[in-house]
């Protein structure tokens, strides 16, 4: 089974997750932010992991912290659930669509995290969530889970479309990714036979 729970805490932030990688894209979803909770449900959905998340934050400072730990954490239990990273399809990609914004996402699951941003968002904020925190929530994901991820918006307005596009991409592309390959039998898809930051 790939699931895994993780709970993490500081003077900062309290959060817990758990989830399933191979589930149905059922969410359970409390940050206290509710934009977050909105990208993170739909982020469950079309990744179809199941996915429940609680957060308490210093959210009378700003969301600045509750933002960045909960990508810290789900990243954490992705990489956990993901065990060795062997019998995994390991690349995916996804271009997505939203009325006029298109974003592209791309991932290869290999313990050597790094992001690539190239999203400019027009609104400083979407609902009281400050919209320069995506960045920092698919930089703490993609660093904890040990994924190297690029995420480019090619076009868009609508600052809500452009940021959807972008869970949404990472979604489906990490879905892909993930998937087992039964060819592999366990294997990393590696020449090296394994994957990690050093390899």
Known sequence: MRTATVERKTRETE???????????????????????????????????????????????????????????IGQAV????????GIMRFGAAAIPMDEAMTRVAVDVSNRPYLVWKVEIPAAKLGEMDTELFKEWFQAFAQSAGICLHVENLYGKNSHHIVETCFKGLARALRQAISPDERLEGEVASTKGVLGEKT
């Not at 359970?28 to 609680?54: C, N, P, Q, W, Y």
């Not at 990489?79 to 062997?86: I, P, R, S, W």
């Open 79 to 86: 990489k956990k659930a993901l065990g060795d990273f062997g």
């Open 15 to 73: 959060i817990a997750v758990s989830l399933d990688l191979d589930g149905s894209g059922e969410s359970d979803i409390d940050t206290g932010i509710g934009f977050l909770d909105h990208m993170l449900e739909s982020f469950a959905r079309h990744s179809m992991i199941d996915l429940k998340v609680r957060a308490q934050g210093d959210l009378h400072v700003d969301f600045h912290h509750t933002a960045e730990d909960s990508g810290i954490v």
